[in-house]
């Protein structure tokens, strides 16, 4: 059993930059990607990105690419999402999740992922 909590959201105003952190707990956290999805009211879930195992790796929707950056540091156990240039359609809930996957292609899927944290709330303001 994997444990994520996420931490870090807040309110920011837009062009903005906020850090949000995914603190996982046992080897499967370590062992496996991680990706970043968001979620707002009335809407479906998204990929935001994700990390490979070893951290080289990284995939990030269109939607975030040269905004956000994704990071992991394996001696805390900890994923981070780095998201600058924030804009309001940005607000949502953002949830970490483990993956088994190793195929960057399946990393956009929320069913690729066997693990998710509870979110944290990210608000943007115009």
């Known amino acids: 059993q994997v444990q994520l909590v996420e931490s870090g959201g807040g309110l920011v105003q837009a062009g903005g930059s906020l850090s949000v952190s995914c603190a996982g707990s046992?080897?499967?956290?370590?062992?496996?990607?991680v990706g970043w999805f968001r979620q707002a009211p009335g809407k479906e879930r998204e990929f935001v990105g994700a990390?490979?195992?070893?951290?080289?790796?990284?995939y990030y929707a269109d939607s975030v690419k040269g905004r956000f950056a994704i990071s992991r540091d394996k001696a805390k156990n900890a994923v981070y999402l780095q998201m600058n240039s924030l804009k309001p359609e940005d607000t949502a809930v953002y949830s970490c999740?483990?993956?088994?996957?190793?195929?960057?292609?399946?990393?956009?899927?929320?069913?690729?992922?066997?693990?998710w944290g509870q979110g944290t709330q990210v608000t943007v303001s115009s």
């Open positions: 999740a483990v993956t088994r996957t190793t195929t960057i292609s399946r990393w956009s899927f929320a069913s690729s992922y066997e693990y």
């Open positions: 046992g080897r499967t956290f370590n062992d496996n990607g």
């Open positions: 990390i490979s195992w070893s951290g080289i790796r990284t």
